[in-house]
């Protein structure tokens, strides 16, 4: 018999996720959830069809362990990549300020005609990245070691 993996099976584990589906992308978006990122760390490869990110994610995987043991909840730096990619727009987002920081809410699919569609990559204060794709192809690869969170504590969106 075959079971299905648990959330917190990848909790000691750096995560290397592919997504190519939009159920894929909600939990890719999950994981992505309150993820922060430099403008400066942002880009666009139009030649390569490639718009990459790299973020200063939220460990929510770990977040039971953390508590279970008593020690402080983690950020990782990770790669989030989508290929395929067309075209690259947004709003709310200053391109020319390389300094401020934005922080990931979600990302969604909304899909077009024959696999096409657009990814909304939501974004705290109203900003909003859209990428139209030819087919949904994201990666989520955690590239760095864990490091305890700078606000010691889990993100809430109470404010």
Do not use: C
Not at 73 to 90: G, K, N, P, T, Y
Not at 123 to 142: C, F, N, S
Request: avoid cysteine.
């Amino acid at each position: 018999m075959v079971e299905d993996a648990k959330f917190e099976d990848g909790g000691e584990r750096p995560l290397f996720l592919k997504g190519l589906d939009a159920d894929d992308l909600k939990v890719i978006s999950a994981l992505a959830q309150d993820a922060v990122v430099p403008m400066g760390e942002i880009s666009y490869d139009a030649s390569r069809r490639r718009f990459a990110l790299l973020v200063n994610r939220f460990r929510w995987e770990d977040v039971e362990a953390a508590e279970k043991r008593g020690r402080p909840v983690e950020r990782v730096q990770a790669v989030l990549v989508f290929d395929d990619v067309m075209a690259a727009r947004s709003s709310g987002v200053p391109a020319d300020d390389k300094e401020m920081i934005l922080s990931i809410l979600a990302l969604s699919f909304i899909p077009a005609e024959d696999g096409m569609g657009t990814v909304e990559i939501t974004l705290a204060g109203d900003g909003e990245i859209a990428l139209d794709v030819e087919a949904l192809d994201v990666t989520l690869k955690d590239v760095t070691r864990p490091y305890v969170a700078p606000s010691k504590h889990i993100p809430t969106h109470d404010d």
